[in-house]
């Protein structure tokens, strides 16, 4: 059984700096995949970062390259998301998901349900 833990989430100002970290269970170890999400109010679920369980390939979206780094630590199934110069675009509820690196578009590796509670992050100007 999946299951995702997210903690990090808070409410820092423009430029500042938060990590995430998703604290995982049940993935896939091989051909895995964990992502980032995030919705902000009224707006649809989009795509942050991701990364591949096997061989730590990453994949972001071009709104957060140069500013976010995925990375993780397989020993201790965690999964961390650092957020620099972050800006007030950047404030939504972040979800890490856990998917299968099935090749594609990044995006499309997560349709099997497997979420986590999600931690709000809050960027004021």
């Known amino acids: 059984q999946v299951r995702l833990v997210e903690s990090g989430g808070g409410s820092v100002q423009a430029g500042g700096s938060l990590r995430l970290t998703c604290a995982a269970s049940?993935?896939?170890?091989?051909?895995?995949?964990i992502g980032w999400f995030r919705q902000a109010p009224g707006k649809q679920r989009e795509g942050v970062a991701a990364?591949?369980?096997?061989?730590?390939?990453?994949f972001y979206a071009d709104s957060v390259k140069g500013r976010f780094t995925i990375s993780r630590d397989i020993p201790r199934d965690t999964f961390y998301l650092q957020m620099n110069s972050l800006k007030s675009e950047d404030t939504a509820m972040y979800y890490c998901g856990a998917g299968l690196a099935a090749g594609g578009s990044w995006r499309d590796w997560f349709p099997f349900g497997y979420w986590g509670q999600g931690t709000q992050v809050t960027v004021s100007s």
């Open positions: 049940g993935y896939t170890r091989s051909s895995g995949a």
């Open positions: 990364i591949t369980t096997g061989g730590g390939s990453t």
